[in-house]
Nanobody, 124 residues
Framework: VQLQASGGGLVQAGGSLRLSCAAS????????MGWFRQAPGERREFVAA????????YYADSVKGRFAVSRDNVKNTVSLQLNSLEPEDTAVYYC??????????????????WGQGTQVTVSS
């Protein structure tokens, strides 16, 4: 699976962005899709994930209620809506695809395919 993330940018605190990730190569609808982020000097951390049928979503506590993940299995895309952004959300955001199960949904190792990342910068 090849993944291409887009939609990052510079936004003021309190603003919104919508990230998109386009997938190609394999059967997109069979994969759990995840979003991770990595700030400078920090480890890559889980942000959100959505199960193959789109019926179940998962979020890190730090973004719950502000971010929303969705997918379109016809267009082979997954999106992450970022609302009420804070300077602490500044990071490179990565989309990923894998056969993650519930117990590993937030684990980097559960995802086999990664996009190149898109930069999100939130100014105060």
């Amino acid at each position: 699976v090849q993944l291409q993330a887009s939609g990052g940018g510079l936004v003021q605190a309190g603003g919104s962005l919508r990230l998109s990730c386009a997938a190609s190569g394999h059967t997109f609808s069979g994969y759990t899709m995840g979003w991770f982020r990595q700030a400078p000097g920090e480890r890559r951390e889980f942000v959100a994930a959505i199960r193959p049928n789109g019926g179940t979503t998962y979020y890190a506590d730090s973004v719950k209620g502000r971010f929303a993940v969705s997918r379109d299995n016809v267009k082979n895309t997954v999106s992450l809506q970022l609302n009420s952004l804070e300077p602490e959300d500044t990071a490179v955001y990565y989309c990923a695809a894998g056969r993650a199960i519930v117990s590993t949904i937030a684990t980097r190792g559960a995802y086999s395919y990664w996009g190149q990342g898109t930069q999100v910068t939130v100014s105060s």
